[in-house]
T-cell receptor, first 116, second 107 residues
Framework: GAVVSQHPSWVICKSGTSVKIECRSL??????MFWYRQFPKQSLMLMAT?????????EQGVEKDKFLINHASLTLSTLTVTSAHPEDSSFYIC????????????FGPGTRLLVL | DAKTTQPPSMDCAEGRAANLPCNHS???????VYWYRQIHSQGPQYIIH???NNETNEMASLIITEDRKSSTLILPHATLRDTAVYYC????????FGTGTRLTIIP
């Protein structure tokens, strides 16, 4: 099946610093990737849609200047949490859309961010 | 995307078939029914999807009613590793996750 990886799997950072999370589709090319956030005991919440070669589309209430998304190639999208604060601590998950009928999305294993 | 309704939790005995229902009465003609599951602290895992025909793969079967207003995911022989939150999603463009069904497999 299609494999999506994320790096790092977990990160601890100080308040005010920036953190970059990478999402890679390992065995297929993805023109569209998605970034989700999940707080404890809650469901996944879509943050933004990342399109290769163009600007990301953010969901309502998600600050685009705080969560910078770059989709520079067909296999890599990055999410940078700028000036992180403790309330940004969460589980960040990406997915990549597999080309073809139905365009199934495959998810990465997630990145746990803890901001101190 | 159409909204889905799932029971919040279900139990199933190990080795038995787990049948997870989902209602999606507002589904439109071009929307697929997708099932994912999320085991604790992991990313969601794709299980199966369908448009109007029943589907089967190595993990599960998906039964979609003729009017497409509901579906059932069937795990034929549940194991302890199938304990997870199962999400039924109807999508045209994006996946919108609801609260899902927490399935617990009982030894």
């Amino acid at each position: 099946g299609a494999v999506v990886s994320q790096h790092p799997s977990w990160v601890i950072c100080k308040s005010g610093t920036s953190v970059k999370i990478e999402c890679r589709s390992l065995d297929f090319q993805a023109t569209t990737m998605f970034w989700y956030r999940q707080f404890p005991k809650q469901s996944l919440m879509l943050m933004a849609t990342s399109n290769e070669g163009s600007k990301a589309t953010y969901e309502q209430g998600v600050e685009k200047d705080k969560f910078l998304i770059n989709h520079a190639s067909l296999t890599l999208s990055t999410l940078t949490v700028t000036s992180a604060h403790p309330e940004d601590s969460s589980f960040y998950i990406c997915s990549a859309r597999y080309p073809g009928v139905g365009e199934t999305q495959y998810f990465g294993p997630g990145t746990r961010l803890l901001v101190l | 995307d159409a909204k889905t309704t799932q029971p919040p939790s279900m139990d199933c005995a190990e080795g038995r078939a787990a049948n997870l229902p989902c209602n999606h009465s507002t589904i439109s003609g071009n929307e697929y029914v997708y099932w994912y599951r999320q085991i604790h602290s992991q990313g969601p895992q794709y299980i199966i999807h369908g448009l109007k025909n029943n589907e089967t793969n190595e993990m599960a079967s998906l039964i979609i009613t003729e009017d497409r207003k509901s579906s059932t995911l069937i795990l034929p022989h549940a194991t302890l590793r199938d304990t997870a939150v199962y999400y039924c999603i109807v999508r045209a463009e994006k996946l919108t996750f609801g609260t899902g069904t927490r399935l617990t497999i009982i030894p």
